[in-house]
């Protein structure tokens, strides 16, 4: 893999938006059906544990920007301060080249330093790809949830989970 990881800021949102919506459009990467705007966005996601890939030698004809993952709080209650849900997405042209990996893995190191013990992924079961990610990175699966999430006639989640060996013991 040829890129580089750094922290997501504020002037990467255009970026991490179409790279948002092309998982959208792919309709097996998540429930949301529209990107929504940054101040949403950002005030739903931890303002820790975000990262971005870009490429090692930008084009001129692109941001750079390969991917992107993020921390979503699962519950504002202290007793769940510690969990936090994974975001992970990866542009079209990317795929296939270890940037999705790179990320998940950099966001598990960066989530353990910020004191998070559990992390939970839900992933529609159709998503071969990130489930396979997923697992490769430690996450074990803990169920298919039914009747959770719709999307269109279509109910699916496949909940995963990855316990950290260094946190909250």
């Not at 890129?3 to 970026?15: E, F, G, T, V």
Request: glycine content about 10%.
């Amino acid at each position: 893999m040829n890129c580089s990881l750094l922290p997501m800021l504020a002037d990467h949102w255009p970026a991490v938006r179409e790279i948002y919506a092309e998982g959208i459009a792919t309709g097996d990467a998540t429930f949301e059906t529209a990107v929504p705007d940054w101040q949403n966005w950002d005030a739903g996601h931890r303002k820790d544990c975000r990262l971005i890939a870009v490429e090692a030698t930008p084009s001129t004809e692109g941001s750079g920007v390969l991917g992107w993952a993020a921390l979503s709080p699962v519950s504002s209650r202290h007793v769940y301060r510690g969990v936090a849900e994974v975001s992970v997405y990866v542009a079209g042209a990317a795929r296939r080249r270890g940037v999705g990996r790179a990320l998940l893995e950099a966001l598990i190191e960066e989530s353990e330093a910020c004191g998070v013990w559990t992390l939970e992924a839900r992933i529609f079961p159709e998503n071969l790809a990130s489930l396979a990610l997923h697992r490769r990175c430690g996450f074990r699966e803990v169920g298919i949830r039914r009747r959770l999430g719709q999307l269109g006639p279509t109910w699916r989640a496949a909940l995963l989970e990855r316990r950290s060996a260094r946190v909250g013991m």
